[in-house]
């Protein structure tokens, strides 16, 4: 079963600000909770292209989690789109669009997810990962209201 998370957040920038922000991958640290103990694995620079492949570690119930995506589009300064190639997941496409609206930006994320796992990974989700997931893109809104509303 494919689970999918949807997000809105309209941001005070321009255009071009906000995707600079959002295309540069060392910035998902500061928008990530602590408690997941991201980090990034690749080194830096990492200069964002169709292609471009990125390792991450998470901390998921105590545990490191490995976790590796490629940037499958990379359509500047409108989208981007990072899909998982080995993670947690059996699925996991993340949509980030970018359009002018209101003096600032529409962010929009679009997560399409699927757990492994059957039927355990359904009652994971409904008990634990769904709002873990809620919990973490929260957080994000948070977080990238300060950053950008500091910014003006």
Request: charged fraction near 25%; glycine fraction near 4%.
């Amino acid at each position: 079963m494919h689970y999918i998370l949807s997000r809105q957040q309209w941001i005070p920038a321009s255009l071009e600000h906000v995707f600079a922000f959002f295309e540069k991958p060392e910035n998902l640290a500061r928008i990530t909770p602590r408690w997941l103990k991201f980090q990034i694995t690749t080194p830096s620079p990492i200069h964002m292209a169709q292609g471009t492949e990125i390792e991450y570690t998470i901390a998921w119930l105590g545990f490191p989690v490995r976790w590796h995506t490629q940037i499958t589009k990379y359509d500047p300064p409108s989208c981007f789109i990072d899909e998982q190639i080995k993670g947690p997941y059996r699925t996991w496409i993340h949509v980030h669009m970018f359009e002018e609206k209101d003096d600032g930006v529409l962010m929009t994320d679009r997560v399409t997810y699927k757990l492994p796992f059957g039927p355990l990974g359904r009652l994971m989700h409904m008990s634990l990962i769904g709002k873990q997931l809620d919990e973490i893109f929260n957080y994000r809104r948070n977080v990238i209201d300060k950053i950008f509303n500091e910014q003006k």
